[in-house]
């Protein structure tokens, strides 16, 4: 008799199991370098933005009014807000917003992952719902996909 050689089911199995084993574990590790690449975009664009916060103060003795930067005003458009804080207008748009999306700023204290949250206690009229009046103080939050809710406030006020 001739002997027939080959896999036997038993053995496929499990090859089969350890396969598929191994992809969910790429695929896993996969998901979270691209949340961590995402969230290191953010915080890099937070710093920049923060950072023209800063010298629009030092230019201006104050800080931006609400209305004069966020994205619920259609006229700030990103080239429009970058211009007024002196950065690039791609560190406006956090990287889950939509291609439509030049500023994501928004003027609710409970940012997504594709908002920013830009708010003030200063409660002055010039503050909350002038174009073209400024703040003594400002906060900014964001979400981190894998860290939660960062708050950040002003440096003066």
Known sequence: MKRISGFTIVELTVVIVVIGILVGIVITSYF???????????????????????KYYAKNGEYPSIQSIVSDNPANTGTTVATKLSISASVLKMP????????????????TNDTISYTSTDSSTSCQTSTTGGCTQYTIKYN???????????RHG
């Open 144 to 154: 981190k996909e894998n860290g939660g809710l960062t708050t950040i406030t002003s």
């Open 32 to 54: 979270k370098i691209q949340a961590d690449a995402r969230d290191s975009t953010r915080q890099g664009n937070i710093t920049s933005i923060t950072d023209g916060l800063e």
């Open 96 to 111: 889950q917003a939509g291609s439509a999306v030049t500023n994501s700023l928004i003027a609710t204290s409970t940012p």
